[in-house]
């Protein structure tokens, strides 16, 4: 099959239902997990919309042939203005094993860097075998783990941090998040 060509672009009205939706039902298919992940992914997504601030939130859409095939957020940590949390990472199973995956780790990655952020955080699961090997590629380090039960699993939960480096002295972070 040839290679497809991806383009990436912010959220617009609609996307973030979809989002909700594909969360919802990969997770359901590939995991088994139940209607309180949905639950949870709507109430991120919905923090996201309400709460959006461009300078500090992104959303990132992946298309192939004008179809969404992926997508990931970053956001502000709500309780730790330099830290970036990112979230809801998904690639449709069509457009996997190509780097896109890596893509939209890369893309948040150096927004945060722009941004001013200071730190990275995600939290996983432990079988999500394939985001795994994404962050460690990205510098992520695992920090955390905990058992929960969660979305009708017994379920390994994670965090894991990437530190950026300040700007340069003299060149000034173009975000709100430093105080
Ligand atoms: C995780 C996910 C985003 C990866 O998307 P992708 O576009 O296939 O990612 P990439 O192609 O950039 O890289 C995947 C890497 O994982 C590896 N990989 C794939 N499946 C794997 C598995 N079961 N075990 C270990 N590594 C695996 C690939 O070989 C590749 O590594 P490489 O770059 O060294 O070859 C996608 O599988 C997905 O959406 N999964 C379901 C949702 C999910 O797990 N999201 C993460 C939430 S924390």
Redesign the pocket.
Do not use: D, F, Q, Y
């Given at each position: 099959m040839a290679p497809q060509t991806i383009t990436l672009r912010p959220h617009h009205p609609g996307d973030i239902g979809w989002i909700i939706h594909r969360q919802a039902a990969?997770y359901a298919e590939?995991y088994g997990y139940n209607n309180d992940f949905e639950a949870l992914v709507a109430q991120v997504a919905t923090h996201f919309l309400v709460h959006y601030n461009p300078a500090r939130d992104r959303c990132w859409i992946a298309e192939a042939d004008d179809q969404p095939v992926g997508h990931v957020f970053l956001v502000q940590h709500p309780d730790q203005p330099t830290t970036a949390k990112l979230r809801l990472?998904?690639?449709e199973s069509s457009?996997?094993?190509?780097?896109?995956?890596?893509m939209l780790v890369n893309e948040c990655v150096q927004f945060a860097r722009e941004a001013g952020y200071l730190k990275i955080t995600?939290w996983?699961q432990s079988d999500?075998?394939?985001?795994r090997?994404?962050y460690q590629?990205a510098g992520f380090h695992l920090v955390h783990e905990e058992r929960h039960e969660s979305f009708g699993k017994q379920l390994i939960g994670q965090t894991w941090d990437l530190y950026l480096d300040p700007p340069p002295p003299g060149e000034p972070s173009h975000l709100s998040v430093r105080e």
């Open positions: 990969v590939e990472l998904l690639v457009a996997r094993g190509t780097g896109l995956g890596s995600l996983t999500l075998h394939a985001a090997k994404i590629k």
